[in-house]
DNA sequence: ATGACCTTCTAGGAAGGA
């Protein structure tokens, strides 16, 4: 079972690039964020005919996820539960069938949070608190969970190139790097970080200044485990390639391999 | 180098991103 996130920075506009992937890559599950696009406006035709099935969480013109699957789609659900109804998509979650029972997979778009003093960063904080809510009761079920997506975190310094300019940014400030520690310690494995400690493993370049060029990047894009997924964890690689494509996402898919196998 | 991008919505820049 291969599942990959990939922040794809608008799906119509990268709808060629998508399939390509996905032809290449074969993913059995894919969890999309920022496909900027409603539910009605998702290329749904162009990825059916690439072999899977979706659920698409989208909102208009920001923010909206996606996951899409080789297998059927049992069950799904969106948002976290929380005091108020988030008026953005950041959340979608699908269960498949597995011959050991059921897969769940997230799609995550974290909320970036910047700038820090105006009321995205607290929104931020508060949406972390409501995701580690939800995946407390979640891991609950004891299944194998897969948390991907775009967490707006760069967990440590060596997930930057110059991380003593990021100290006061809303992707690496103290209390941020403190939530997401709060949820790891809920019990999740970084898929990554399970495999190598190698530092400069991004998975995000900035389209300004030369960034991918100069390879001036940031890790944020990450898929978490439940014990039950990470037990059964094999391989994780990011794929540089699609950020060297024309026209390319400013992030690039992170893919991890499990010795689960669809029903 | 006080430089440098990209997308959506909509018709010119504003807003959002990281």
Known sequence: MRIATWNI???RLRIDNLVRWLKSAEPDLLCLQEIKCQNEQFPRQA???AGYNCVVHGQKSWNGVAILSRHPIEDTHTNLPGSSVDEQSRYVEAVISTKDGVLRVASIYLPNGNPVDTAKYPYKLEWMDRLTAHVRERLLLEEPLVLAG???????????????SWTEDA???RETRDKFNTLLNLGLTD??????????????????????????GLRIDHLLLSSQAADRLTSVHIDKEPRSWDKPSDHTPVVADFAIEAR
């Open 47 to 49: 990825i059916e005919d």
């Open 9 to 11: 920075n608008s799906v």
């Open 191 to 216: 898929a990554l970080r399970a495999t190598t400690d190698a530092p400069g493993q991004y998975s995000f370049w900035d389209y300004q200044a030369g960034a991918w060029q100069r390879n001036l």
């Open 150 to 164: 775009d967490y707006n975190v760069i967990p440590a310094a060596e997930d930057v190139h110059n991380p003593a």
């Open 171 to 173: 992707l690496f400030r």
